[in-house]
């Protein structure tokens, strides 16, 4: 009795789940024949103004997002930012905007097992997706850049990307109708590059993913999942020890592990330790999050694994076996129907992609 | 009666201290005798005052002795001054009148004017009443097996989780000194799938509602659901707030001062969630999730507009920080930032302030830090040094803290005795004197000379491992800590440990290897499984055998982990869910079993008793060593005797209209099992098995239970000139 009450005291056990009971029965009248459909929405029309974008959230995302100080998420500077995202003279050849290789009828990836920039520049990772990226602790697969805002300009100025300097992007950001109005109406300023990282920062905190089948069944919604995905969720959560790194409603940590993909890779890429140059380091890349993981193949940070079928796979041997595979790794031994359930239980993590709010 | 007027009577009193002896034997002397003298009637007075504690009597007798020998100026004066010391304590006016009266009528007599005059004088700086300093007071003394909820917000009311009730939610009125349920059905956690029982509650912001969790099985595990009860009502049925999916659970947190919505957190495996949820039609909106922290104290702001929690800045970082977050999820600012861990407590009344337990100062204390805008404001202020509140159980409208404060008795003792006739060769003895209370989990080396067990230290929450010579009665501490440690055996080599438990910081609880000279911990598998428990290794060293916690019991199982190669497999037909014990030739198995919990795998046996059985590791037919008719007649655990000739066992028996556990000798010959000399009250619930030394005479044991003690902080100076106060 006294374990019991122990256990009670330490907060009973358990695993996650809400239950929204009225959003649940819109969510599910609005998803019940298209909950795997490709779609993006986007609050309409997002005026230009200092209020704050709408707080609203997908099914299983938080209220909160975090956001810093001086960017508020505010509907003017989301719409000139969902400009700058489609905008191609961001690019050397004016052949790229950041939705070419962030597509949203990808999930905002591009389907290429590894970036393609300007010339047909290959570059040695794949895209990641960067639905709720607002909720990151670190970004691109090394996690070398802290913030959003700094993040945003990177792919600007990367040779194998879009290959421009932000001096150049700005010149000719100032010579085009209709920025140097809508950077003064927002920022209250000439066009520069800290505001383009505002504008397009801002934007990408408002891609969102959520209100899957996955978050129907947390939330309450039992019939949301089959029972294959059931299963897998169990599994997920149990004996395949997948939330030993892909946890909480991004299911990601934000950390870095090694996985072995990187051995025997070609080109040989070591990851995290390029930029801590800490030996442990050695192969670990991002936890990337499973939203909308059935849309954003190929996998990994190379792009090498082309199914979900065969990710299972490559997690069931326990990975790739290298000096400094994570210590979570190991041999899973799957059954085919496990690997079933697991695969059909990421395929429920396909959700409702919005942006603009 | 509050410190600081037990410091005021200290001081009056002093100058009749003498007399009052004297009066108060005169008291009994004149009692025995039938006589009525002033000394008599005055002494007991003293006697109720002083003895009894009854100051309402104490009263009407220094009233009597005034009207009566109110001539006797010597004696008359010193009862006008016990009589304003009586009435300060109770915090009535007619203090000053008794007080003043001295002065009027008195003048004539120094020393009590000179008293007196000094109470008038304290009496000015605390002008409303001598409760107006601070003071702690204890309101319920003794809680066993409860769980504290909240207190209502007139302070006469606490609710909290029963657990000598089997989980019911109650409620304990302060005045009357009387509990009674609010709940009648919960079955004590035991039944299929985790059972039903209440744990976090509070009372709604008009003290009429009572929101609670309650815990229900469902076919994956334990379901945590909101149900509202009212506070007054008899026999009304709880009204379902939110289900959440099964599996999961919500941890009621606060009201919002609306009384129409309320906070929860939804503790996931692997994430916790503050929520809000309406309790007039369930609706939920997810605020803020957090992925590394359990379980975070969450306050709404009195405004309803934020809301206030502890966490650790990151999964690195064990020590708590406080933060604020908006309601609409627009905002989220760090209030309180230290290095020491700091505890949430609960908000000032008027918003200004955050109150936090904090142990930046060296030793617990609570702690304020003013808020402007969701933003700290200046630097936080002691508020009371040395008092360790935890993170409280809520706020009275006037300003009241109420807390919680646990009482271990626990003690790890050894004895000695004869397996064959149950006697007790040699009386318990307790085993250290460091830590008293912190100790638990004592097991004996392969060699007999050193005993190992865990430690868990006053304010910390680590244990550590600590190894005591038995020859020498030297200690030493492993230099590692471990935030918790089960399942402790000794490797036959002697020079590691086999524990099932985890590093500091997050991360599934797993076997690991202890080296006893370096205190180095390692995963001793590559199985990751934080179900992973009581890992214990064959004599050969070739298998762990080990149970797989899982919430299907289909999969709940002994398992055997082969070290060559990690190939695992189930032992066939050993009874699922149970503690074990493997016999020191390991071949045999050894298991309490529970009737109900074989019913639910065979229902004919719906009526089966609860057994000890045997097992042989390499499957055979089952031996019922000893069947009772009772539910839950035995400890959960049992010990082999070094030889592997019997078990050790703890069956309950009725005591004094309670009861307490024997521990008896089991022969697995068949022979009738022993009693023995040995009754106590098993400490940890009675988890933590007794272990034999090699010699197969001494057994160490932690007897001892906890139990509650419900205390209150008044008149605490939320205001930034106050010194701090030490209660």
Redesign the interface.
Known sequence: ??????R????????????????LVLVAMSMSCASRTVSVTRSEPLEPGSA?AE?S?PL???????EPADNPTVPATVTLGRRLFHERLLSRDRSLACVDCHRPDRAFTDGRAKAVGVYGRRGPRSVPTIVNRAWGESFFWDGRIATLEAQVLQPIVAQLEMDLTIDEAVERLRETSPYPAAFRETFGRAVNGDDLARALAAYVRTIQSGGSPYDR??????AALSKDAQAGL?LF???A?C??C????NLT??EFHNTGVFWGGQPYDAGRVLVTNVPEDTGKFKTPTLREIERTAPYMHDGSIATLDEVVDFYDRGGNENPFRD??L??LRLTQEDKTALVAFLRSLTGTVTDGR | MNRMLRMHRTFVAGSVVCGALVLTGGAHLASTQGLQTADAVLGAAIHQDDAEGNLDAAIEGYKQFLAQYGDDRPLAVQALLRLGQAYETLGRPEARDAYERVLRDYADQPEPVAAVRARLAALEVEPTSPSAALHTELLWPEAR???PGDVSPDGNLATY?D??DL?NLAIRDFATGESRRLTSTAD??SGEN?GN?A??SRISPDGEQVLY?W?RSSP?????ELRLVPVHGNRTEPRTV??????????VQDWFPSGDRVVA???????S?I?TVSTV???????????WA??PQVRVSPDGRFLAYSRSAS?EVPEKDIFL??V?????TLIVQHAANDELVAWSLDGQQLLFNSDRSGQPGLWAQRVQDAEPAGEPQLLVANLDVGTGVGLTRDGTLHYPVNVSRRRMKVAELDMKTGRLLRQPVAVTDRFVGGNTEGVFSPDGETLAFVSVRPGGTQRTIVLRSLKTGRERDLPHEFQQVYDFRWRPDGDRLTVRGRDVGPG?YSPLDVNVATGEAR?LT????R?LAQPTFTPDGTQILHRNR?T?PERDLIYSYRVAD?FVHALPGVFPGERFSLSPDGQWIAQTVRGFEVAELTPASLNATTEIRLHPTMGADVDVLWTTDDREPFGRWTTWTPDGTALLVLKKEPQAGDYMWRLWVVPVDGTDPVATELVYEPS????TPVQVHPDGMRIVYSEG??FTQFWAVHNLALDESAAPSSP
């Open positions: 009795m006294w374990t019991r009450m122990r009670a005291s330490m907060v009973v056990s358990l695993q996650t789940a809400m239950l929204l009971v009225l959003v704050r707080s959230r299983g995302l938080d209220l909160y997002r975090p069944y947390v939330w309450g919604e039992p169990e959560r149990g004996r020890n939330t030993a892909h946890v909480g409603p940590d934000e210590r979570d190991r041999p | 097996g409860v769980n989780t657990w000598e989980g004590g956690g985790g029982f744990t976090w969790t815990n994956v595990g334990e379901t945590g939110w289900s959440p999916a099964d599996g999961s659970s919500a941890a957190v939804v503790n996931a495996s692997d994430h969630s929520v039609d369930g609706q939920v909106r997810q605020v803020r999730s957090i992925d359990r379980n999964r977050v908006a609409d999820g627009s905002s989220e599934p995963r590559d199985m990751t499984g179900s899982d299907n990690g940890d619930g009675g988890s239970g906890e």
